[in-house]
C-alpha cells in the first residue's frame, strides 16, 4: 500500500489564550495543498530483519517494535527527518491504534519526505494521520469515524483535520473541526522554507495571546484580495522579529504580486498565492525549499 500524505497551510492563525494543560487555544483555517509525502507499508509476519531488508535499500532500516513487541521496519528517504526514529510519529499512530483495536501483524514502512520539518506545513501530522485511516480500513473500521477522530487527537493537535483533508476551521488546539466552503483551485501556490527551522515551543513561549476572537470565517468571505491586511498570523511579529530572513521572503512575495502572503503555522514557511495566469520567478529564493504549483 503507498499512501501520499499531504502538506497544509494556515489561512490566518490566532493565539487566543494558554490552557491549563500547557497548550494553547487557536482560531485557524486548516487549507490542504498538494505538496506530497509518500509512505508504503506493508504487514509482515517476519522477524527476521534480513529477510526484511529487500526492498528498503535505498537507505538504512531501523528494526523497532510496537508496545506488544510487534517487528516495525522503518526506512526513510529524501529530506532529512530529525530525531530518532523511535520517536517518529508514525511508530507512535502504530501504537495508539493497536492500544484500541489490536494488531494483525508487524509492518513494514518505508517513508520518502517531501515536505520539509520545522516549517509549520503538518507533514509528520499527515503521516500519521494517512497510516491512522489507513489502518482503521485495513481492520475493517472497527470504530465509528468520529472515535477515529478522536483517537487522532492522543497523536497530534493537526491529525484530526488531516483526517478530513478539506478546508476546515479550527479551534481548541486545532483538533475541534468545523467545514466550510473555500475553494482556491482557480490559484497558484508558491511555498518558501528557508534552511532555518522554528522550533514549535519556542515560538508559542515567543508569541502573546489575545482573547479577542479572530473572525476568520467572516474574513476569508472577502475577496482575497482584502486578505493581506486582515487574515493574520499571530506568530509573525515574534518570528519575524528573531529571524529577519522569513520575513524578508514574505516581502519579496508579495513585491512578486501574490494576491496573499504569509508564514503557515509557527513557520518556518511561507506561502504565497498567485493569479493562475500569473508568471513566477522563483530565482531569489534559489538557497531556499521551494514548491511551485496550481491548487
Not at 18 to 32: A, M, N, Q, S
Not at 57 to 81: C, R
Not at 165 to 177: A, D, I, Q, R, Y
Request: glycine share 6%.
Amino acid at each position: 500500500m503507498v499512501l501520499f500524505p499531504n502538506a497544509k497551510i494556515n489561512l490566518g492563525l490566532k493565539i487566543l489564550r494558554k490552557r491549563p494543560d500547557g497548550f494553547h487555544d487557536i482560531e485557524t483555517v486548516f487549507y490542504p495543498v498538494p505538496l506530497c509525502d509518500s509512505l508504503e507499508y506493508i504487514y509482515t509476519d517476519s522477524t527476521d530483519f534480513q529477510d526484511d531488508l529487500t526492498n528498503f535499500s535505498e537507505s538504512a532500516v531501523k528494526k523497532l517494535v510496537t508496545d506488544s513487541g510487534k517487528p516495525v521496519y522503518f526506512s526513510i528517504s529524501g529530506l532529512p527527518v530529525a530525531g530518532d526514529p523511535s520517536d517518529n510519529l508514525l511508530l507512535k499512530t502504530l501504537n495508539v491504534f493497536e492500544a484500541s483495536f489490536g494488531l494483525k501483524s508487524g509492518v513494514r514502512m518505508h517513508l520518502h519526505k517531501a515536505i520539509p520539518m520545522g516549517a509549520g506545513l503538518g507533514g509528520g501530522s499527515a503521516d500519521a494521520a494517512f497510516l491512522l485511516k489507513q489502518l482503521w480500513y485495513d481492520h475493517n473500521e472497527p470504530c465509528s469515524f468520529e472515535e477515529l477522530v478522536q483517537l487522532a487527537t492522543a497523536i497530534g493537535s493537526d491529525c484530526p483535520f488531516f483526517l478530513h483533508n478539506s478546508p476546515m476551521f479550527g479551534s481548541g488546539k486545532g483538533e475541534v473541526l468545523t467545514k466550510m466552503e473555500l475553494d482556491l483551485n482557480k490559484l497558484q501556490i508558491v511555498i518558501i522554507k528557508p534552511e532555518i527551522s522554528v522550533p514549535t515551543k519556542a515560538a508559542y513561549e515567543s508569541v502573546v495571546p489575545d482573547d479577542e476572537p479572530s473572525r476568520l470565517l467572516t474574513l476569508l468571505q472577502a475577496p482575497i484580495t482584502s486578505w493581506q491586511t486582515k487574515v493574520t498570523n499571530d506568530f509573525e511579529v515574534s518570528v519575524f522579529k528573531n529571524y529577519p530572513a522569513i520575513a524578508e521572503i514574505k516581502k519579496k512575495l508579495i513585491n512578486m504580486g501574490a494576491f496573499y502572503t504569509a508564514m503557515s503555522g509557527s513557520g518556518s514557511a511561507v506561502f504565497a498565492l498567485f493569479n493562475r495566469n500569473a508568471e513566477i520567478d522563483l530565482s531569489p529564493f534559489n538557497d531556499c525549499f521551494r514548491f511551485h504549483k496550481e491548487l
